[in-house]
């Protein structure tokens, strides 16, 4: 089974050009897909009542966030006006979007690729979209009786997913990290 996944990750783009290539595309769909699907969120929902799509599970609810995940930069409200954090979580999630660009350019192995580019994705998506809607839309609500996941958006489901398959091939498919190699070392120890 190991040998199946890790044949998925053996793409080897060769060139910048290509990465370059294979980067922009998938900016155009993924992004290109979150912006519509918010835009929908924001005509159809906005103003609406939530839809419900699994009763005490899931529904669709329009929010517009003004702040970073999980409202990390909240505290910034008391400090500066709403122009000012406006502007400072735009250049936070420009520059961290464009760092993880760069570096996808750069990165050396080919498994580490596809993560990257699906986190630039997400990124871009509510980068552009805090441009467009002065916040990120959020429509995807998660709830079981009182407990309640924050809303989320498309663009974040990227990111997220992003981020677990890079920790996922950090720590099973390089050969620091791999069960082999531990069972390995194991064995040398005894």
Request: net charge positive; with cysteine.
């Amino acid at each position: 089974m190991n040998g199946k996944i890790s044949e998925l990750f053996k793409f080897n783009p060769p060139s910048m050009l290509t990465k370059l290539a294979i980067i922009l595309t998938a900016l155009l769909i993924f992004t290109g897909t979150d912006l519509i699907v918010k835009e929908i969120a924001y005509q159809s929902l906005r103003g609406s009542q939530d839809i419900v799509i699994i009763p005490g599970f899931w529904s669709f609810r329009y929010t517009i966030n003004h702040d970073l995940g999980f409202s990390l930069l909240n505290f910034l409200d008391d400090i500066f006006s709403k122009q000012q954090k406006f502007l400072i979580l735009l250049a936070i999630q420009g520059l961290a979007t464009s760092a993880v660009l760069v570096f996808s350019l750069f990165v050396k192995k080919p498994k580490h690729f596809l993560p990257l580019v699906l986190i630039t994705c997400g990124g871009m998506g509510n980068f552009l979209d805090r441009i467009i809607h002065g916040g990120v839309v959020d429509y995807i609500l998660w709830y079981y009786g009182d407990f309640s996941w924050p809303i989320f958006n498309l663009a974040d489901v990227y990111g997220v997913v992003g981020i677990i398959l890079f920790i996922v091939i950090l720590y099973f498919f390089t050969k620091e990290h791999s069960l082999k190699a531990l069972v390995k070392a194991k064995k040398e120890e005894s």
